[in-house]
C-alpha cells in the first residue's frame, strides 16, 4: 500500500460522513429551502447539527446558512412592505446567520468572499438590533448584539474589510456595550469594551462614569480613584466625577488633595455652588475656620435656600470659641458663639430632621450663652429615647 493510499484512507476516516437516513434529511431540508419553507428546513438541519459527529460537515452548515439567510430575507421583505412580523425574530434572525456564517468560515473558507460580502451587507442590522433591544430595556440581549458586532473586526470571514481601522461604529458599539454592562451591574461585561468606548468622545465622560463603577463594584479602590481622577481632568464639570474623588480624599483624610481638588474645580467655574461647598467643607476640616466662614458666606449670598453653608459656617464660629481661652478671651469667645447661633438655628429650620447633627451643636452654644430656655429645650430632645 503506497503512502498516497494511506492518506487517502485516512482523510476518508475523518471526513464527516452522513448516514443514508442523514442524507435524506439534508435533501429534504434543500428542497424546503427551494420551496420557500425555511424553517422546516432550520429545524430538521438543527437536528442534524444535535449530533456532533455532523458539526465539522459543511454540507449541513452551508444548508443552514441558506436556511437562516432566507428565514432573515421573508422577514426583511415583510418588514418592508409593512407587513405583521416580529421585529426581536428578524434581529433574531441576522444574528444567528452571522454566528453560522463564521461558524462555517472555518469548514469552507472558499465561500469567504461571497459570505464576507452578504454578510457585511447585513452586519448594519447586528448594531440596530442592539438599539431594538436597549429600547425594549432587555440590557442581557443588546449586549450580546453589539458584541457580535464587535466581535466581526476580529473574525478571519471579515479580514478583508479591516474593520478595525474602516468602521466608524465600532467605538460607538463598543460604548453601548459598556452602557448595557453598567445597567446590568456586571463589572466584567462593564469593562469588557471600554477601551473602544473611549474612543467615542462624544461620550466618554458617562463611558469613565461606568468604569468607575465598574472598579467600585470590583472593590478596586486604587483603580477606582484613578478613574475618577482622569474623569475630573478630562471633565471636571461632569457631575460624577467631583463629589465621589471629594468623598475619596476625605475618606481618606487627605484634605489637602481635597482642597487642590476643589481650587482646580473652581478655576474651571467659580461660581459653582457645588465646588464651593466643598472648598468650605474642606477648610473647615483643615480647622482653617475663617477662610470656611467666606466660602459659606459667599454661598449663602448667592443661594440663600442652601442649607448647608449655614452649619458650617455655624460650626466654623464654635470651633473658633473653643480654641479661645475661657480666662483671657471670654467676650471673643462669648462673640464667637453669638455669631454662631443664628446660623446654625437657620439650619435648624431648614434642615429639622438633621436632629443628630444641629442638637449638639446649639446644646454647646445656648450652654455658653447662658440661654436657659433654650438649653433646657435642647437638653431634652437630646435625652429622648
Not at 53 to 67: C, F, G, M, P, V
Amino acid at each position: 500500500m503506497t503512502k498516497q493510499t494511506i492518506l487517502l484512507l485516512l482523510l476518508l476516516m475523518i471526513t464527516p460522513c452522513l448516514t443514508l437516513a442523514q442524507k435524506k434529511e439534508l435533501s429534504q431540508a434543500r428542497s424546503s429551502i427551494k420551496s420557500g419553507k425555511y424553517d422546516d428546513a432550520e429545524k430538521t438541519l438543527a437536528g442534524l447539527l444535535k449530533d456532533s459527529t455532523n458539526r465539522a460537515n459543511k454540507r449541513i452548515w452551508l444548508a443552514y446558512y441558506d436556511a437562516v439567510r432566507g428565514q432573515y430575507e421573508q422577514g426583511n421583505e415583510k418588514l418592508y412592505l409593512k407587513q405583521k412580523y416580529d421585529t426581536a425574530t428578524f434581529f433574531s434572525n441576522v444574528k444567528k446567520m452571522l454566528s453560522v456564517a463564521e461558524t462555517l468560515d472555518s469548514l469552507a473558507p472558499e465561500y469567504r468572499k461571497s459570505h464576507a460580502a452578504q454578510q457585511n451587507n447585513y452586519r448594519p442590522n447586528i448594531f440596530n438590533g442592539g438599539a431594538y433591544f436597549i429600547h425594549k430595556g432587555k440590557w442581557a440581549e443588546a449586549f450580546d448584539y453589539y458584541q457580535a458586532y464587535i466581535d466581526c473586526a476580529r473574525q478571519p470571514l471579515f479580514e478583508a474589510y479591516r474593520y478595525d481601522s474602516t468602521d466608524v461604529r465600532l467605538p460607538e458599539a463598543g460604548y453601548w456595550a459598556t452602557y448595557c454592562g453598567y445597567k446590568l451591574q456586571d463589572p466584567v461585561l462593564t469593562l469588557r469594551h471600554r477601551h473602544l468606548a473611549l474612543q467615542d468622545s462624544s461620550k466618554a465622560d458617562f463611558t469613565l462614569q461606568f468604569v468607575a463603577e465598574a472598579r467600585r463594584w470590583l472593590k478596586d479602590d486604587e483603580l477606582y480613584r484613578k478613574t475618577l481622577e482622569e474623569g475630573f481632568r478630562r471633565y471636571p464639570q461632569f457631575p460624577y466625577f467631583f463629589p465621589r474623588l471629594m468623598d475619596v480624599y476625605t475618606g481618606q483624610g487627605q484634605y489637602d488633595k481635597a482642597l487642590a481638588l476643589a481650587d482646580s474645580a473652581l478655576a474651571v467655574n467659580d461660581s459653582s455652588e457645588l465646588f464651593l461647598f466643598a472648598k468650605s467643607t474642606v477648610l473647615l476640616r483643615l480647622e482653617r475656620y475663617a477662610e470656611s466662614i467666606k466660602y459659606s458666606d459667599q454661598l449663602i449670598k448667592r443661594n440663600p435656600q442652601m442649607a448647608e453653608p449655614y452649619f458650617n459656617a455655624g460650626t466654623a464660629y464654635v470651633n473658633i470659641a473653643g480654641r479661645l481661652d475661657q480666662r483671657k478671651e471670654r467676650k471673643l469667645m462669648r462673640r464667637s458663639y453669638e455669631k454662631a447661633r443664628p446660623y446654625i438655628e437657620k439650619y435648624r429650620k431648614m434642615m429639622p430632621k438633621e436632629q443628630d447633627k444641629w442638637a449638639p451643636v446649639l446644646y454647646r452654644i445656648y450652654l455658653n450663652l447662658n440661654m436657659g430656655k433654650q438649653f433646657d429645650e435642647i437638653d431634652r430632645l437630646l435625652k429622648a429615647p
